[in-house]
């Protein structure tokens, strides 16, 4: 229980640094900025049905919470290039 709890809040804290590295794309403009807003719905319309097909197939929360936490991490490194 302890490490879903953490595992939370580490996906919050690193939600964050992914809203701000989007943030500052965004704010300069063009056709990264664009794609990124593009790319951005589109993935959170993926990581939403994957994560409900995962628990009405039986997963944990905490499964979930992981799977989130790998997108975000991904996310961030791309963004920090």
Do not use: D, F
Request: charged share 20%; hydrophobic share 50%; net charge positive.
């Amino acid at each position: 229980m302890v490490n879903y709890w953490m595992n939370l809040l580490m996906l919050a804290a690193e939600s964050q640094q992914v809203i701000a590295l989007r943030m500052m794309k965004l704010a300069i403009g063009g056709a990264p900025a664009h794609e990124e807003a593009g790319r951005m719905v589109s993935e959170k319309i993926a990581a939403a049905q994957g994560a409900a097909l995962s628990l009405m197939s039986g997963a944990s929360p905490e499964s979930v919470v992981r799977a989130y936490r790998g997108k975000v991490r991904a996310n961030a490194r791309r963004l920090r290039r």
